[in-house]
């Protein structure tokens, strides 16, 4: 069938921001569709409100409207664009539940807009739990009992029957937010009432439990021909219990017997096709080992998570070929993109073994349960390729900057037995860790197969239900670790080592060798990794797709070109403080390399990104970005140079060992970055040029650290250096705060020394620029609304700053310039500022790109990190057409409001401090300030009341005039106060009515809708247990606005009085926003 | 064990041996089925060949006594990237090493079996020696030299003697090249009353039990030996309702008077999309094979080109243009392999049903 000739116009929906269970893979996924689109010469228009993502770049779709994702902005785009068709199947269930809502509202046939791709049928029947019991039944797939529930009371009855343990699963949720396991009657409880609530239907499916069944997934396609095709299966290695999300996952799959994985793939191909999509769907299963018996878990009738790991591990790019599918092309009528000769009608077949690993939040999130469950907690994975099992996994290891080169993790091995067994029992983030060391001593004994011994394979088998061939390679590598410590190194022990997947630093730490021996034993054997193609068809047929895994074997396919090459090193898995900005920034590295005329490559290790995408660079090397692997490639590829300012902390951290070895970065020297992180040389510097920066000192003893405090007095700001996202960043009050803060921080990096600055308080203010070396550009200025104390990518900002004067501007851009210079920044520069209403502060400099940059490059016009490349390469700021110095104001105003996924980490604070949180962002556009700040609280998501009930509680430093202020307003509002003791004596003095009530009282008001918003500043954030942390997760948990700042509660009382007046905000493209300039 | 792949053109691959220490020759192909190497060892259509797996994880789920295709292992080696001693399925009663070991077949694993495959990609099926024997490359250039490939392996792999599979529904006569467990079951599964014919049966043996449907099998080998096969085809399929798969579908466009052709390195996996050019559907298909059917002069004999390889467009499927007859290049019994054309043996059976009414 040729393309839907119909077809001129289509709208595009993304995913909106960042949070758990919907990341960057939605980036991928659809900028992929877009180009898909944009191809067969239709016009693609696309609504997204994230701003840090590729998609919404100029240049992938014809028109981006960067506005919220709401009915109304879509439907005054559909108006106003009138597409005759709508894509919802690659913004995840944002897009899905966005399209479903504007078929409900009969929008979609008043302007006669076909849903491509997918119906609104299949949707239904996939994703309301009774439709799709229903359609299983009805096509004999077997699925767990179950019912739907919309009571407790009637899951306790199911439970009667069938007993524990049970899944609570709500309907209509991204990444399971409220589901679980519930083993006791307490759990059912818990879980059953926030699966309810969760749900946007209010409607939980209960089901008897497979917990410890093989979880087996596929990803399949179908075309409207009917025609479909499987691209790739894949197995967990956690059973069932334990989210996909938050499970290893191998591909392919490694331990079913062709007859077992057909019946799957049957069973899967018999859904996709009673469900009548039209694209890509991801089939879940579970498999009883002992009897072979499955069920069908779930089914996602859309590109996901899984999908873009499969188009990675595949080569097989699904969301591109969905949108060729939705626009009307069959399978067959397609081509194979990677090898550009055979037909997209295939199955890929992998030649390798790929592991994807899950990155948790918890080395922020201090006091987040570490327990895996059905609820994602993963804000992102890595993904690695190798020729066999266990060099996958260590590649994963090592890929994932946890800090460890293989599975030996000393506070795992310090456990005594009987300890060890409760790690493994836990199911925690570190069990596949606790598992190595069970094995490790089995081994020790020789027990392998022995079920009477505890540590065998067997009896672990037994204990967790991992499969004995996956644990089997994990004690295949613990073996390996006796070998190396138990043996002199060899040629033929380092061989197999290498080709098991150990760095050098394990090799070394274990065999006790020089590193003078290892590399003499490398060199002189000639025992170094070779780079083999990914290219869907094992070799069968020539690929012209260059996308490179390394491994230990004989043949070299990796050809190098006579171009002068440029490594860019990627920014590796999403976590917090380190989103999909810095891909952002790698992948318009990329394309600005290749303008300039070099040959760009990439190495990362994110499946989920648009960097790792087979057409994005001119070479891709999937890889770990461990200081191996990386200088592997170097000597493979000879580039020219290497840019590591875009791949945040990541790329960063591997400055120093590559300045070591000789190689040469391009841009800002290492010696400039290691100047501007070391706080003393820095201090040094600033007071050299006569710039004020808050003072503070360097300890490395705690002795040291209160000494400090005789000098600077309190409050303090206390961080470790080298840090990502002010990873353990803290301002402390007392000697008592202090101490308890050096006793983490100290563990968090004993390497490094901690820094203590006088907590300044006021405005802060944030500067990119660009830098030649000569000359800057500052292509635009942004001001946080919250004060100083808060993470800066916790902060709304908004760009142009409307509070600071001309004076103060002209001193950063003064200081900015000065301090650029100074340091010998080429490229890129980040400078945060705090302004105390007399002095200009500099909190911090980073020599690298930044979360800012793809916002001020969106709403400026400015194309920041093509600037930055230019720079790096000779050229010169003041001959490009945007100039130097502080580039012209646009007229539009634009503020950013960061995304928590307060909703899925059920013990984590969402208060507000210098430590981030937030997982990903939103940008309101608008004319001015207030309607911007609308759009951006509306585009976040929350619940924006107009009137209701207030609940108040502030620490006593905002017991102040301003707070005063800012809460009469709410009155004003109608808005009646709930107020905690301390908050009331305060009010009262005032003359401020307001009801005191209990913490209790406040949640129950919560519950029956009396108290509809909360403004909670905590002195300390995540003390569990304390009553007011209970209320915000309540009320987070129940969607209300929580306002953890004075600063926010007054952002957030503009925008509700916009509603209040009725204002309609106006929708229009990031062109047009930025066109403002000239009309 | 040493393990040795010397290829005629010279080149020479070195790793390590596993199961039976002995030293094979034979042609070099290569499968791209991520799953069931125990399906793959005992076709018979592999009799002669030395398989290089391009999925590198061999042996993770063992030996079963439900995976044979056939008695025993046909193919004189297996080459593969690494393999599990110790595998882990309910059903698995060995290791592939043991099994190998016990059914005589020399493997060799621990090299690039990638290189291999791009080899046989860039040469074309190309003969070898496997040896776990630790002999040296002039030893075996001398054996590669002595000694010469067979092409007509499917004259004596399959049956020596006529069997009966009893059923209620529609007598169907096969011809034995070496058919594969699955492919009978595909009869047998829909009632079918099968007789398992030799190699060596005339038309006349054949035509004595009263058969309502002719059934061509898979095989080893080049279609043009399989001369008797051609011979009674030729018979038969103007009076038989006939249904061929591989080599039976080359033995029923050689009968039909056409033409085979041998493929530079073959199709063997488990993903190729085949188009059905009646239906306008496709299919994901298992595939093996080295031969294939030339288009040329097909119509003039009758036949029509049902089916492509969405690949490289070569013929997948023929029918008689007025005749119940039709056979296909893939295997719609699978195993390993999808079971998307498994609706072939319902309408074969369809066919021979409506051939008898009318």
Redesign the interface.
């Known amino acids: 069938m040729p393309k839907k000739d119909n077809l001129k116009k289509v709208i595009m929906i993304g995913s909106g921001p960042i949070i758990i269970g919907q990341a960057a893979e939605f980036d991928y996924a659809g900028t992929q569709a877009c180009k898909a689109i944009r191809e067969e010469g239709i016009e693609c228009i696309l609504v997204n409100s994230n701003p840090a993502t590729i998609m919404t770049d100029a240049g992938i779709a014809d028109k981006v409207y960067m506005e919220p994702l709401t009915k109304e902005a879509v439907t005054a785009v559909i108006e106003r664009e009138r597409p005759q068709g709508i894509l919802a199947g690659f913004g995840g269930q944002t897009g899905l539940n966005l399209a479903m809502a504007l078929d409900d509202d009969g929008t979609l046939a008043k302007y006669g807009v076909e849903l491509l791709g997918i119906k609104k049928s299949s949707i239904t029947r996939a994703e309301d739990r009774d439709e799709f019991k229903t359609l299983m039944n009805e096509i004999g797939e077997p699925i767990p009992q179950s019912i739907i529930a919309t009571t407790l009371r009637e899951c306790k009855t199911f439970v009667e029957e069938v007993g524990y343990p049970v899944i609570i699963r709500p309907a209509y949720t991204l990444g399971g937010t409220g589901g679980g396991i519930a083993t006791s009657e307490a759990e059912l409880n818990t879980y059953v009432t926030s699966g309810i609530e969760n749900s946007a239907i209010g409607q939980i499916l209960l089901e008897e439990s497979v917990a410890g069944w093989k979880e087996i997934e596929y990803e399949v396609m179908r075309d409207a ?6 691209i790739c299966g894949m197995e967990n290695f956690d059973p069932v219990g334990v989210h996909t999300g938050d499970s290893i996952v191998v591909a ?8 077992e ?2 019946m799957l ?2 069973a899967s ?1 018999k859904i996709i096709r009673s469900l009548d999509i039209e694209g890509g769907c991801n089939v879940q299963f579970a498999l009883d ?2 009897t ?1 018996k499955y069920i069908v878990i779930e089914v996602n009738p859309r590109v996901s998570r899984s999908s873009a790991l499969a188009s990675k591990a595949a080569g097989y790019p699904i969301a591109k070929l969905a949108a060729k599918i939705a626009l009307g092309y ?3 009528e397609l081509k194979n993109y990677v090898t550009e ?3 997209a ?9 790929v592991v994807k690993f899950p990155k948790w939040p918890f080395d922020k999130f201090k006091t987040a349960s570490r327990k895996l469950g059905t609820q994602m907690k993963a804000t992102g994975e890595v993904m690695s390729i190798s ?3 266990e060099s996958a996994l260590l590649k994963a290891i090592t890929s994932l900057e946890i800090k460890l080169d293989g599975l030996r993790v000393p506070e795992i091995i310090a456990l005594s037995d009987e300890e060890l067994f409760v790690k493994i029992e836990a199911r925690d983030d570190e069990r596949l860790f606790a598992l190595a060391e069970a094995l490790r001593r089995g081994a020790a004994t020789g027990a392998r ?1 022995d079920d009477t011994n505890k540590f065998s394979i067997v009896s672990l088998n037994k204990l967790t239900k991992v ?3 996956f644990l ?1 390679k994990l004690y295949r590598i613990v073996k390996m670790e006796r070998t190396l410590s138990e043996n002199a190194l060899t040629k033929e022990i380092l061989y197999e080592a290498e080709e098991i997947g150990f760095v050098d630093k394990e090799i070394l730490e274990l065999s006790g060798a020089d590193r003078s021996i290892l590399t003499d034993i490398r060199v002189y054997n000639d025992i170094f990794p070779v780079y ?1 193609m990914v290219d869907t ?6 690929a012209k797709t260059p996308y490179y895994y390394s491994c230990f ?3 070299d396919e990796s050809r190098i070109s006579d171009d002068e090459k440029i490594l860019v090193i990627g920014s590796g898995p999403i976590r917090i403080g380190q989103g999909i900005e810095f891909d952002y920034c790698c992948v318009q590295g990329v394309w600005a390399i290749k303008d300039l005329g070099y040959e760009a490559i990439i190495i990362n290790n994110n499946p989920e990104t648009v960097s790792t995408d087979f057409d994005t660079s001119d070479k891709l090397y999937f890889e770990a970005l461990h200081i191996d692997d990386v200088m592997n490639l170097i000597k493979k590829e000879r580039p020219l140079g290497v840019i590591i300012q875009f791949g945040g902390q990541t790329s960063l951290n591997l400055a120093e060992q590559l300045s070591a070895r000789g190689i040469n970065l391009l841009g800002t020297s290492f010696s400039s970055i290691d100047l501007a992180e070391d706080r003393q040389k820095f201090n040094d510097l600033l007071a050299g040029l006569g710039i004020a920066t808050p003072p503070g000192y360097s300890v490395t003893t705690k002795e040291a650290a209160f000494s400090v405090v005789q000098k600077l007095g309190y409050p303090l700001v206390v961080r470790p250096s080298y840090v990502i996202g002010g990873r353990a960043m803290q301002v402390v009050y007392s000697d008592a705060e202090l101490q308890e803060y050096l006793e983490e921080a100290v563990l968090v990096s004993h390497e490094q020394p901690v820094l203590i600055d006088k907590y300044i308080f006021g405005k802060e203010i944030e500067v990119d620029a660009i830098s030649d070396g000569e000359d800057i550009l500052i292509p635009g200025i942004m001001e946080h609304v919250e004060r100083t104390g808060v993470h800066s990518g916790d902060s709304i900002s908004v760009y142009p700053p409307h509070t600071i004067s001309n004076e103060v501007a002209d001193i950063l851009i003064d200081y900015t310039n000065r301090i650029t210079r100074a340091l010998g920044v080429i490229g890129l520069v980040n400078v945060q500022y705090a302004f105390d209403g007399e002095k200009v502060y500099v909190i911090e400099v980073n020599p690298r790109a930044s979360r800012t940059v793809p916002i001020i490059s969106k709403v400026t016009g400015v194309p920041m990190v093509k600037l930055a490349v230019a720079s790096m390469l000779g050229f010169k700021l003041k001959d490009s057409e945007y100039g130097i110095g502080l580039y012209k104001k646009m007229k539009l105003t634009a503020v950013k409001v960061p995304v928590f996924s307060g909703a899925k980490l059920t013990d984590v604070d969402i208060a507000l401090g210098p430590e981030m949180k937030s997982t990903g962002e939103v940008l309101g556009i608008d004319v001015d300030y207030k309607r911007a700040c609308y759009k951006g609280f509306l585009a976040s998501g929350v619940h924006i009341p107009t009137s209701g009930g207030l609940y108040v509680s502030l620490r006593d430093p905002d017991k102040n005039d301003y707070s005063l202020d800012i809460i009469k307003e709410y009155i004003k509002e109608d808005f009646k106060l709930y107020t905690s003791p301390g908050t009331t004596t305060f009010l009262r003095e005032h003359g401020v009515e307001c009801e005191p009530i209990s913490g209790t009282k406040a949640k129950e008001l919560i519950a029956d809708g009396v108290i509809n918003a909360v403004l909670n500043v905590p002195r300390l954030a995540n003390i569990v247990g304390e009553y007011s942390f209970e209320i915000r997760r309540y009320a987070i948990e129940r969607n209300l606005p929580v306002l953890t700042c004075v600063d926010t509660a007054e952002a957030f009382l503009m925008a509700l009085r916009i509603k209040k007046n009725g204002d309609v905000p106006t929708y229009k493209t990031l062109e047009e926003w930025t066109n403002l300039m000239s009309g | 064990m040493d393990g040795l792949l010397y290829l005629e053109d010279g080149t020479v691959f070195r790793g390590k041996g596993f199961g039976y220490q002995t030293t094979n020759v034979g042609e070099l192909v290569f499968n791209t089925s991520m799953t069931g190497y125990q399906g793959i060892l005992t076709d018979p259509s592999y009799k002669g060949q030395i398989i290089n797996m391009t999925y590198p994880l061999i042996g993770n789920y063992g030996v079963s006594e439900i995976d044979y295709q056939s008695k025993k292992i046909h193919a004189f080696g297996f080459s593969v990237r690494d393999i599990s001693f110790r595998p882990s399925n309910r059903h698995s009663e060995m290791s592939i090493s043991e099994w190998l070991e016990f059914q005589k077949i020399p493997g060799i694993y621990n090299v690039d079996t990638r290189l291999i495959t791009k080899a046989v990609r860039n040469e074309g099926t190309i003969k070898c020696v496997i040896s776990t024997e630790g002999i040296s490359k002039a030893e075996a250039v001398s054996l590669i030299d002595k000694e010469e490939l067979r092409t007509d392996y499917m004259r004596d792999v399959g049956t020596d003697e006529v069997l009966h599979f009893q059923g209620t529904g529609q007598r169907v006569a096969v011809m034995d090249f070496g058919i594969k467990r699955n492919i009978l079951t595909g009869l047998t599964d829909r009632g079918c009353d099968v007789y398992l014919f030799p190699y060596s049966a005339t038309a006349e043996e054949i035509m004595a039990v009263n058969p309502d449907g002719l059934f061509l099998s898979n095989g080893p080998g080049d279609p043009e030996a399989c001369t008797n096969g051609i011979e009674v085809t030729k018979k038969l399929f103007p009076k038989l309702p006939t249904f061929g798969i591989c080599m039976g579908h080359q033995v029923l466009a050689l009968a039909a008077g056409g033409k085979t052709y041998k493929l530079k390195f073959g199709h063997r996996g488990a993903n190729h999309g085949v188009i059905d050019l009646e239906t306008d559907r496709s299919a994901i298909t298992s595939q093996n094979h080295s031969f294939a059917v030339a288009e040329e002069g097909l119509s003039d004999i009758g036949m029509k080109v049902t089916h492509l390889n969405l690949n490289d467009g070569t013929i997948e499927g023929i029918r008689h243009n007025s005749l119940p007859v039709f056979s296909v290049q893939y295997h719609p019994e699978g195993s390993p392999g999808p079971n998307d054309s498994n609706y072939l043996f319902d309408r074969f059976v369809e066919m021979i049903g409506n051939s008898k009414n009318a």
């Open positions: 021909k009917d025609n479909c095709i499987t392919p799959i490694q331990t079913l017997r062709d007859e994985y057909q793939r049957d191909l080992p002992d072979g069959s399978l067959d000769k055979t037909s009608c295939f199955e890929p077949t992998l030649d390798y073994c020729r066999t099992f197969e499969d004995k061939w089997g083999k068809c094992g070799g069968e047929f020539e074997d004989t043949d």
